[in-house]
Nanobody
Framework: QVQLVESGGGLVQAGGSLRLSCAAS????????QGWFRQAPGKEREFVAA????????SYVDSVKGRFTISRDNAKNTVYLQMNSLKPEDTAVYYC????????????WGQGTQVIVSS
């Protein structure tokens, strides 16, 4: 059974930074694509960032490009999301996920960590 546990969320002022961590247990996820999603109040969950399982290539939603960085430490079975220059519109619950054969819906999900950015 794979478990993903996020940490690092909190309250920060606009312009500040946070680093989210997602620790996996139960299986080493280095052969999985991993990513971050977020869901703001009243909105659908949206993709934020992902890191490719084979070559480490990264992808981001346009709204966070240049501000967020996803990375992974395979030895620690942990994926990170460094968030800089935070904006109030980044306020959401952030979820980490690991895909299953490229399918997020069939993969593994954490319980989420709250990020609140005050103006």
């Amino acid at each position: 059974q794979v478990q993903l546990v996020e940490s690092g969320g909190g309250l920060v002022q606009a312009g500040g930074s946070l680093r989210l961590s997602c620790a996996a247990s139960g299986r080493n996820l280095r052969s999985y694509g991993q990513g971050w999603f977020r869901q703001a109040p009243g909105k659908e969950r949206e993709f934020v960032a992902a890191i490719n399982r084979s070559d480490g290539r990264t992808s981001y939603v346009d709204s966070v490009k240049g501000r967020f960085t996803i990375s992974r430490d395979n030895a620690k079975n942990t994926v990170y999301l460094q968030m800089n220059s935070l904006k109030p519109e980044d306020t959401a619950v952030y979820y980490c996920a690991a895909d299953l054969e490229g399918d997020w819906a069939r993969g593994y999900w954490g319980q989420g960590t709250q990020v609140i950015v005050s103006s």
